[in-house]
């Protein structure tokens, strides 16, 4: 069993909000204070659940600066009023900075019951894998 500090279940939990702020400001038409909410909850959970150190040194890698700029600069965007164009700026920006993540997320879903059998459908198996 993972043993976590206070400070990461708090930033767990500031996360989880966060991600919920941004889900549920997606689903009442791009509203911006609450993509607004969600995006700096997300990145302060993010900042305790790792360390601000790790944080910082993760997003302002030499080679990850294009993804950082495109998931930072739509925060920014988001934050001063343009929450569509922010949020496709986030997404590739968070595909960028997260896609050596992705291999290990699908390889923990395969193991999950339910989504292991869907994920290991003909066609779903040959897109996940490559």
Avoid: C
Wanted: net charge positive.
């Amino acid at each position: 069993m993972i043993s976590l500090t206070d400070s990461q279940k708090i930033g767990m939990g500031l996360t989880g909000f966060g991600v919920f702020f941004l889900f549920f400001g997606m689903i009442l038409f791009f509203d911006k204070a609450l993509l607004a909410i969600g995006n700096i909850l997300f990145v302060v959970g993010l900042a305790f659940v790792i360390g601000l150190e790790r944080t910082f040194r993760f997003f302002f890698q030499k080679h990850k600066m294009k993804a950082t700029s495109f998931f930072l600069g739509g925060v920014f965007v988001v934050l001063i009023g343009w929450p569509i164009v922010g949020v496709i700026l986030e997404f590739y920006g968070f595909f960028l900075l997260f896609r050596s993540f992705f291999p290990v997320v699908i390889g923990f879903i395969r193991r999950i019951p339910v989504l292991g059998s869907l994920l290991n459908l003909p066609f779903i198996s040959t897109e996940s894998t490559q």
